[in-house]
C-alpha cells in the first residue's frame, strides 16, 4: 500500500513553468506504474504522462515537447516538470501510482494548477 501527496502547484501565467512532485510512502516506489493525470473543470480526468519503473515513458500528444515526467525511487519522488504552459494545462493535477502486479491502484489528493494572465 502507498499514500501519494503532491506539492508544487500553483498560479503562474502562460508561457512559465511549474514543477509538481508527487512523494510516496508505505511501500517502495518501483513496483509502481507512476502516472500524472489532470481533470479542468467540465472535462474527465485524463493521463498527461506515465513513467515504468525502468524509466520508459508516456506523454498525452497535448504536452509532448512541453513535459517532462521522471522519477527518482531512492527518493521516493516522481516529478513532472511542465514547461511554455498555455492557458489550457489548467487542472487539478493528480498523482497515481499502479502495483504492476496486482494493478492495485492509488490517488493522492490533487494539487491545483491554474495558468492565467
Known amino acids: 500500500q502507498v499514500q501519494l501527496v503532491e506539492s508544487g502547484g500553483g498560479l503562474v501565467q502562460p508561457g512559465e513553468s511549474l514543477r509538481l512532485s508527487c512523494t510516496a510512502s508505505?511501500?517502495?516506489?518501483?513496483?509502481?506504474?507512476m502516472g500524472w493525470y489532470r481533470q479542468a473543470p467540465g472535462k474527465q480526468r485524463e493521463l498527461v504522462a506515465s513513467?515504468?519503473?525502468?524509466?520508459?515513458?508516456n506523454y498525452a500528444v497535448s504536452v509532448k515537447g512541453r513535459f517532462t515526467i521522471s522519477r527518482d525511487n531512492a527518493k521516493k519522488t516522481m516529478y513532472l516538470q511542465m514547461n511554455s504552459l498555455k492557458p489550457e494545462d489548467t487542472a487539478v493535477y493528480y498523482c497515481?501510482?499502479?502495483?504492476?502486479?496486482?494493478?492495485?491502484?492509488?490517488w493522492g489528493q490533487g494539487t491545483q494548477v491554474t495558468v492565467s494572465s
Open positions: 508505505g511501500s517502495r516506489l518501483s513496483i509502481y506504474v
Open positions: 513513467i515504468t519503473s525502468g524509466g520508459s515513458t
Open positions: 497515481s501510482a499502479k502495483q504492476t502486479t496486482s494493478g492495485t491502484g492509488y
